[in-house]
């Protein structure tokens, strides 16, 4: 295994009253176990082992490295989290000159539309427009500002050259838009829902871009589903049964912290495949974003000495060694600091605050990685994907649908037509 999951300090044994209780551990690990054999037909575990997809996939960003300076990605929720976690991995964010520049418009505020819109270059800006129904009522909007300035400014022969579409094929206004301006599509598979498809064209796309190695990708995903299929008290499985246990004695927030900038946006990418998948029936645990070392010095005392209801997730990498060395200083308060790396810092942070939390009776998880790359980073998103439907099936709910949120969007749109 390309990380290390050691949930030992989640335990009564270890913390106290706060923590869960082994025998029934057990039990319902049983029941995760029995619940797998329910699960393996789901397409985004069998695409993991799938290539032919990558044909489009190189193709499209070869375009667009070769023709583009900017990419600019336009989708909502899960139709942006995986390609923005994916790419955060190669991505400099001090760069002024990368090229492509990639810019993920997650949100409709107005404001900040504006500002995109008055700082692109539009000759050299391909959009890519993702909608799994092809009926997102956010980016349709955008996409017709876009579409309409593309035209203003390049001509309407230039649309199709600028624009590139990843939606189901069906009959829905984004393919009749394609089909109008003869702007490529690459499939959607109808089969894998937007928040599980981040190892599809979804997240690989704007990630191939970037410059990431998404055949690695894959590769470490496949892994994780091999081992979770091929093992008895597999690490998902073990991680779904953790989380349903501490969520029945009152842990009802997971806290999500890892010690790496590069996976902020992968705590992002979690939150919303946790709490949209399992946020149903009055069930679920309120999903919450952390990053080490930063939090320490604001959410780190709430976990600590606030309400006991938090299981907390550290995402922990080897960094001992490794970055800018600390100069030396006259100051004998910086005498700790002597000799040591900025990477020996964030390691000490790391176990300081694991040692923390235990002696606070807070159950934690801990994953460790020996290095943070393509392999490592699809091994973890596919673990929690997998954690993710493995704890619905204990729940007895659809990790697939949200029906919640459609009535949100239903609503949104009437009122749009009634006023």
Not at 149 to 165: D, N, P, Q, S, Y
Not at 303 to 310: A, V, W
Not at 358 to 382: Q, V
């Amino acid at each position: 295994m390309i990380y290390n999951q050691d949930i030992e300090n989640a335990f009564e044994q270890v913390i106290g009253e706060y923590g869960a209780k082994t025998g029934e551990f057990a039990k319902i690990l049983e029941q995760a176990d029995a619940a797998l054999a329910g699960l393996s037909h789901y397409k985004f575990l069998k695409i993991c082992d799938e290539r032919e997809d990558f044909t489009a996939i190189e193709e499209a960003a070869k375009n667009i490295r070769d023709n583009f300076l900017t990419l600019v990605v336009l989708g909502m929720g899960a139709s942006s989290r995986g390609g923005k976690t994916l790419v955060a991995l190669t991505e400099n964010p001090f760069a002024c000159n990368a090229s492509p520049k990639i810019h993920f418009v997650e949100n409709i505020d107005p404001f900040t539309f504006e500002q995109l819109l008055n700082s692109l270059d539009f000759k050299n800006t391909m959009f890519l427009v993702i909608s799994k129904s092809g009926g997102t009522a956010e980016t349709l909007a955008q996409l017709s500002v876009l579409l309409a300035e593309v035209e203003l400014r390049l001509g309407k022969h230039a649309i199709k050259k600028h624009f590139t579409f990843i939606t189901e094929l069906n009959d829905s206004v984004l393919s009749r838009i394609a089909n109008l301006h003869e702007i490529k599509i690459i499939e959607h598979d109808k089969n894998i829902g937007g928040r599980f498809a981040a190892l599809t064209a979804v997240g690989l796309l704007p990630a191939k871009v970037a410059g990431v190695d998404i055949d690695a990708i894959r590769s470490g995903a496949s892994e994780i589903v091999k081992h979770t299929f091929a093992n008895k008290e597999s690490e998902p499985a073990k991680g779904a049964a953790l989380s349903y246990v501490l969520n029945r004695i009152g842990k009802n927030v997971s806290v999500m912290m890892p010690y790496c900038d590069r996976l902020d946006a992968f705590g992002a990418w979690h939150q919303q495949l946790w709490a949209e998948s399992l946020g149903k029936n009055g069930n679920g645990t309120t999903a919450l974003r952390a990053i080490g070392a930063f939090d320490q010095h604001s959410q780190l005392q709430l976990y600590l000495d606030g309400p006991k209801d938090k299981f907390i997730t550290l995402l922990l990498l080897e960094q001992a060694k490794t970055g800018a060395n600390i100069p030396p200083s006259n100051d004998s308060a910086l005498a700790y600091l002597q000799n040591h790396t900025i990477g020996d810092l964030m390691a000490a942070e790391q176990l300081a605050t694991c040692k923390t939390l235990i002696k606070n009776n807070c159950p934690i998880r801990t994953f460790s990685l020996k290095t943070l790359d393509e392999y490592a980073l699809g091994s973890l998103m596919m673990h929690f994907m997998l954690e993710t439907v493995i704890t619905a099936a204990l729940l007895g709910i659809n990790a697939f649908d949200q029906p919640a949120v459609e009535e949100s969007k239903q609503l949104a749109r009437q009122y749009l037509s009634q006023s």
